[in-house]
């Protein structure tokens, strides 16, 4: 199983960035997609998630992003909206089958893209 995340890069704040993630050798339908983000010095967070048609976000995100599965791409993408400076950080995609009570930590997922630099100027 291959991940691969892209779309990462320079927005001012107020600016907005779609984030993709594609997978191969995996089926997106059985699987929870998460997005997490990681800035230095700090644990990789929960930003959101995908689980069969329901999503879930970080409070800080909430009517920012959205999450949302792209049947004609075959990617599980990340809308973001009205950035802000915060949310500078290596961006990932995961997948893996949590329960829904831990679906916002990272022990859950079993597979990782390597990640893509989101960095909004203020």
């Known amino acids: 199983v291959q991940l691969q995340a892209s779309g990462g890069g320079l927005v001012q704040a107020g600016g907005s960035l779609r984030l993709s993630c594609a997978a191969s050798?995996?089926?997106?339908?059985?699987?929870?997609m998460g997005w997490f983000r990681q800035v230095p010095g700090k644990e990789r967070e929960f930003v959101a998630a995908f689980r069969f048609g329901n999503t879930y976000y970080v409070d800080s995100v909430k009517g920012r992003f959205t999450i949302s599965r792209d049947v004609a791409k075959d990617t599980v993408d990340l809308q973001m909206n009205s950035l802000k400076p915060e949310d500078t950080a290596v961006y990932y995609c995961?997948?893996?089958?949590?329960?829904?009570?831990?679906?916002?930590?990272?022990?859950?997922?079993?597979?990782w893209g390597q990640g893509t630099q989101v960095t909004v100027s203020s």
């Open positions: 050798g995996l089926t997106f339908s059985r699987y929870t």
């Open positions: 995961a997948a893996g089958t949590p329960i829904t009570s831990s679906l916002r930590q990272k022990l859950g997922y079993h597979y």
